[in-house]
């Protein structure tokens, strides 16, 4: 430890002695607080994050893997037996690749966040009654419905902006029920929680969802909550958007992760609901599901018309909004 720190402290000098002051997140740091801002500065802390989670998803694969194989030891037919732990390992092996695939998302990310850890302030003093921003406007009573034929069959979806409120770390959310049919049966039935600060952000606070098969629940999974668990809020509306920002939507490790990149600010979109002009345009990545790729548009005073699964081709278009 001690030679550490010398190393530490020689590199210290060194730096404060350079022709040219340093802007870099390093510089200020040793500026500021000196040897241990320097140390805990120079620690990739987005990066770390993303080996935790890799690390705790080829955990969790093993896992699936050991109980796959407990219940092929209690198949009574020999034959179906044997080729169980073939399923079990072709299994495992997708699963780890899925790991991998979500912790490049996650590098992907970090080379654009920054090394940073992620910990937002939130001052419930800073923020509004009211989601008034533009490009998401959240007026109550309001029902924003969407449609599209999908790989998985017909889609239709209605956005509900109840007059509900819910308070979160201190901060008064909207409540917003979103209810997604598949085929006319619901599919996903989620309560989302949305406030907006002074400075025009609108924030993502957490969701209590259910996906549904044959109207019983089969995963609560992306359910949370800000304040519970670690888990923290993520801006889904940028106040003033830019070509080249790239920010959080959610933080809940490993259980819901979505990032935005703003595209365009002057994308010309056509559905049932009208033409619309000038919307801003965002690609969303999730390491959860890492070959999801969506490109979503946002028009001004209607907030999201079209939402494209990159990958398919599959779209989902705002067919009207109604006023309960």
Not at 2 to 10: F, H, P, Q, S, W
Not at 304 to 310: A, G, I, K, R, S
Request: hydrophobic share 40%.
């Amino acid at each position: 430890m001690k030679i550490y720190a010398n190393l530490i402290a020689t590199l210290f000098v060194r730096i404060l002695s350079g022709v040219k002051k340093s802007r870099t997140p390093i510089g200020v740091a040793i500026a500021g607080v000196g040897l241990i801002g320097f140390a805990e500065a120079a620690v990739d802390f987005c990066q770390k994050t993303a080996q935790d989670a890799l690390r705790a998803c080829q955990d969790t694969a093993e896992s699936a893997r050991s109980i796959a194989l407990g219940k092929c030891e209690n198949i009574s037919d020999s034959g179906a037996r044997a080729d169980c732990p073939k399923q079990a390992a072709a299994d495992f092996r997708d699963a780890l690749q899925t790991c991998r695939d979500g912790y490049a998302v996650r590098q992907a990310a970090c080379q654009k966040l920054g090394p940073g850890s992620y910990d937002p302030v939130i001052n419930p003093a800073n923020f509004v009654r009211n989601v008034t921003n533009p490009y998401f406007p959240l007026p109550p009573g309001q029902t924003f419905v969407y449609e599209g034929q999908t790989k998985d069959g017909f889609v239709h979806s209605d956005f509900i902006v109840t007059r509900k409120t819910k308070v979160i770390v201190g901060v008064t959310c909207t409540e917003v029920h979103d209810v997604v049919y598949l085929d006319g049966v619901v599919a996903e039935d989620t309560l989302d929680w949305y406030a907006q600060d002074k400075q025009g952000n609108v924030w993502y606070f957490g969701e209590n969802t259910a996906e549904l098969v044959d109207g019983r629940v089969v995963t609560v999974a992306g359910t949370f909550t800000v304040g519970v668990n670690g888990d923290k809020p993520g801006i889904i509306m940028e106040a003033h958007p830019m070509p080249g920002d790239f920010y959080r939507q959610e933080f809940s490790l490993a259980n819901a992760e979505d990032y935005a990149e703003v595209v365009s600010l002057n994308a010309t979109v056509k559905v049932p609901a009208g033409v619309f002009r000038q919307c801003l345009k965002t690609e969303e990545t999730t390491p959860l599901e890492p070959d999801l790729l969506e490109d979503k548009y946002y028009a001004a005073g209607f907030g999201n018309v079209l939402t494209v699964d990159v990958r398919n081709g599959d779209k989902i278009k705002l067919v009207k909004i109604t006023t309960n």
